[in-house]
């Protein structure tokens, strides 16, 4: 019973370890970034997920999990589109999804330390309040970047259907080679349905592996919004960009890096 016992608080001890090294590597690409706060001056709290994500009380509505800022939906963004540009033959939603969620710190409208639930107790705003009471950071500046504004017609197209709005149900409808819809000018999107959500991606391993990974270009479905053709995934911020991971590659937050223009050709075909 004994020797039981022991084996058992061994496993114990070993799935606790296990679990802490996990959360302390992803931790690793917040810490010293500047997605990290407190390096960019933050004063109140020493977390450095709060000004995110918070595990209670978050935006049930939010694009992004347990978001712990305000989405402020009446600011109204100029879109890619609005340059009327010729060779643009996707269907450009309005401003939403992921992109939302980091455009509520780089549109530079609100605070960067304004958040729904501050640490502690009674801290909870659901129209926001800065941590500390007082905010020290302020509106994020070095425009356009990294604060892009409202103004993103010099931004590469968020909320724009991929491939032209080829995708729609399977991957054969991205599929340039087999599809009469797919778009030649664009890679094939893979596509697999996860805990019953519509999910696709672009691989971006040299040979594609049709699985999904941090390193993989995602794409988002926008079921806020839906045209004529469906709705289809669309290129949103989060689709080259990866917040956690801020190894110089050589720009940081990448999810692979743009050497040789990688990040574009994995979904552009030139």
């Given amino acids: 019973m004994a020797t039981s016992k022991f084996k058992f608080l061994k496993l114990l001890v070993g799935g606790v370890c296990a ?24 004063v109140g709290s020493d977390e450095v997920c709060v000004f995110c994500h918070t595990p209670h009380g978050a935006d049930t509505g939010a694009p992004a999990p347990l978001w712990n800022r305000v989405l402020d939906t009446t600011v109204v963004y100029d879109r890619y589109s ?30 960067r330390d304004v958040v729904i639930n501050t640490p502690g107790s009674g801290g909870h705003s659901v129209t926001g309040s800065p941590i500390g009471g ?18 993103l017609t010099d ?11 080829a995708c729609q149900d399977t991957l054969a409808d991205c599929d340039p080679t087999t599809a009469a819809s ?22 971006t391993e040299a040979a594609s592996n049709n699985t999904r990974n941090k390193t993989d270009m995602i794409l988002y479905a926008r079921s806020d919004y839906i045209n004529a ?14 917040p956690h991971q801020a190894a110089p590659q050589p720009v940081s937050f990448m999810r692979v890096s743009n050497a040789q223009s990688a990040v574009c050709l994995a979904c552009h075909i030139k």
């Fill in 182 to 203: 797919g778009d030649p000018d664009f890679s094939i999107a893979q596509y697999e349905t996860i805990n019953g959500t519509d999910q696709w991606w672009v691989d």
């Fill in 82 to 111: 609005s340059l009327g540009t010729a060779t643009l033959d996707g269907d450009e939603a309005p401003v939403g999804s992921v992109s939302l969620a980091c455009l509520s710190c780089h549109d530079g409208t609100q605070a």
């Fill in 229 to 242: 053709a469906g709705t289809g995934p669309s290129v949103e911020c989060g689709s080259c960009h990866d």
């Fill in 19 to 42: 679990v802490l090294f996990s959360s302390n590597v992803l931790a690793q690409g917040i810490l010293g970034s500047k997605h990290d706060m407190q390096t960019q001056g933050a």
């Fill in 155 to 165: 931004d590469h197209p968020v909320s724009i259907q991929y491939a032209g709005g």
């Fill in 134 to 151: 007082v905010s020290t950071l302020g509106v994020l500046s070095g425009s356009p970047i990294p604060a892009l504004g409202t103004d």
